[in-house]
Structures are given as structure tokens and as C-alpha cells.
């Protein structure tokens, strides 16, 4: 998963053990932690994002033209529920 494109993980999970390494600026020994791969922060964001896209779903909705020309409802919430989540991770870097 590519953090910087992704956000990382939204839920990591503790997976295993790696080491014991010393670092002073930690206060000492501590535990080398690996995660297991999950959802991407940039998934749940845009399932939060597509839940409210998809709240406001009207079937009888005219489409404009342009970039969404010939595409259907649905596949323009899945790819505005992207665009919003992208908005989200820029938001986090400011």
C-alpha cells in the first residue's frame, strides 16, 4: 500500500513482534511492531464519502455533459466519492 497515495492504513492491526531495538529518544528499549495490509485510509474515506453521495442519489437526475458524459449515476458517485477522499488526504499534508 502506498501511504503517500493511500494514507496507509485507516485500521492497522497489530500483527507480530519484530524486535527489541534501543532508542533514546523513545526512552529506551521498545518493540519493533509490524501491521497487517487493510483498508487504505483513502477507501474509508471514500466510503464515508460515498455513503452521502448516495443519500442524495435521484435516478431522474440529467447528467451534464463533460467529464460524466455517458456514464451512470452510480459510477459518477464512485468516482466523485474518490475525488473527495483524495481532497481529504491533500487536507491532511496542510
Do not use: C, H, W
Request: zero cysteines; a negative charge.
Amino acid at each position: 500500500m502506498n501511504e503517500s497515495k493511500d494514507g496507509g492504513q485507516a485500521f492497522p492491526v497489530l500483527n507480530s513482534i519484530q524486535r527489541e531495538e534501543f532508542d533514546s529518544s523513545k526512552g529506551g528499549y521498545f518493540q519493533g511492531v509490524k501491521s497487517t495490509a487493510g483498508m487504505s485510509l483513502r477507501d474509508y474515506f471514500a466510503a464515508k464519502a460515498m455513503q452521502a453521495l448516495a443519500q442524495d442519489y435521484m435516478p431522474d437526475r440529467v447528467i451534464p455533459a463533460g467529464r460524466y458524459e455517458g456514464k451512470t449515476e452510480k459510477e459518477i458517485i464512485g468516482d466523485r466519492a474518490y475525488e473527495i477522499a483524495d481532497t481529504m488526504l491533500n487536507a491532511r499534508k496542510a
